[in-house]
């Protein structure tokens, strides 16, 4: 498999969890993977907003996000297949990233308003696990959260991305309109304009 790591993010599935396991797409020679190495991973937390656009670490504080982030990816993929059992394995991958990254919540007067108490929230440091946490922390509220069933994989042929579907009608067949959902409407008129 060639995998193409300049590829563009999709952030089309509605929902962080989603948008993550999508950041792995295609088929065959056309797959692109954008978790590919360390880089990469910290261009596409930075992409998914979770990371300052400014955030600098050094490589040694990195190392090893890629391959922590692909195996989340892996079992977070795995979760949300209501048409497979669940594996024991899968949640303790995710229960690692959560109680290792977990973040550093504080008490504190509102800056604006004194006279309001607020909960802030900042990350733990700039380990593996902690940059890692909010996307383990987004999977648990999708898996929680009973929307299991509104998960949706695109219809396209050809394509392999997951989108949660909040339409109201709940029939939502295409990542997305301007990707898949033109192209093979298109396909189809030409099928029947080819069969008529």
Known sequence: MILHTTHTPH???????????NSAFGMGESSCDCLADDASAVAWLKAAGQLAPDFDA???????LAAAAQC????????????????PHDFDVVNAILEA???IRTLALDADAEANIVLLERRRDDSVASLL???????????VQ??????????AHDCTLRFLDITKSGR??????????NRMKVAAFRARKDGS
């Open 11 to 21: 952030f089309i599935g509605n929902d962080l969890a989603l948008d993550f396991i």
């Open 58 to 64: 050094p490589a040694a504080t990195l190392a090893g």
């Open 72 to 87: 989340l990816r892996a079992a977070a993929g795995r979760l949300i297949d209501l048409n497979k059992p669940r594996d």
């Open 101 to 103: 990254g977990r973040p």
């Open 133 to 143: 946490e909010p996307v383990a922390a987004a999977l648990v509220h999708l898996l």
């Open 146 to 155: 009973g929307k299991l069933a509104q998960i949706r994989q695109c219809e």
């Open 172 to 181: 939502r067949r295409w990542c997305s309109m301007a990707v898949c959902g």
